[in-house]
């Protein structure tokens, strides 16, 4: 110990020079290790939003379009009560529903380019739909007005929470009011889309309101 501080003492530039590469070393370490944790970490949300998360199945139930909608309804309605996991259900129409804002009376509703995605199920707990503002749809079936959670692109157009829409088939012309509750970041930045619970929607549908009949269903869980 004596000879190495009697070294340290006769050669202090040396050991200047010493302790700073040793600090370098360490904060270079530092910021590879961090660095790739914060890699990774993007790397999984984005995946998370797109393909949902880990582990996943995707499975197709096909669904005739002369299908009862209550029958859909009630069907996608006990999914997630089958399994102890999350589970979610997109349903595809044969007449998808174009979403638009409320037009001024005597207006035409005019066509927006807003995807409505019908989803039943536990949706945020397979993929990251991160809240930018507003909250995600209510656990029940609220018809009256629809409820619509937005991503980012969909809110340019249709607005903000509180912001009232209409929701018309490409082929019956039949309009519904929906009504804006949040807005969500989904990773589609050039897709507008607009989340609507399915099964009110079905449940509109076999009261005579019919938006288009249910094609086969995508499911992931």
């Known amino acids: 110990m004596r000879a190495a501080w009697k070294d340290l003492r006769l050669n202090p530039l040396r050991s200047s020079l010493t302790a700073l590469s040793l600090f370098v070393g360490i904060l270079s370490i530092v910021v590879i290790v961090a660095g790739g944790a914060v890699a990774r970490d993007y790397l999984l949300a984005v995946a998370e939003q797109r393909d949902g998360r880990a582990p996943t199945e995707a499975i197709s139930v096909g669904v005739e379009p002369t299908t009862d909608p209550s029958g859909v309804a009630r069907f996608i309605d006990h999914l997630p009560q089958s399994s102890a996991r999350a589970v979610s259900a997109r349903v595809d129409l044969a007449s998808p529903l ?72 490409a082929r019956d012309g039949v309009a519904s009011t929906g009504l804006v509750v949040g807005v969500v970041n989904d990773g589609e930045d050039s897709q507008a889309n607009a989340y609507v619970k399915a099964a009110p929607l079905l449940a509109r549908a076999s009261t005579g309101q019919r938006h288009g009949s249910p094609a086969p269903l995508a499911l992931t869980r």
């Open 98 to 169: 174009d979403v638009a804002p409320i037009p001024s009376p005597g207006q035409p509703v005019s066509r927006s380019g807003v995807q409505a995605v019908l989803v039943a199920g536990d949706l945020p707990g397979v993929r990251r739909l991160s809240l930018v503002s507003g909250r995600w749809l209510s656990a029940d079936d609220v018809t009256a007005p629809f409820e619509v959670v937005v991503n980012e692109e969909a809110a340019r157009v249709l607005g903000v929470e509180g912001s009232g829409v209409s929701l018309s088939g």
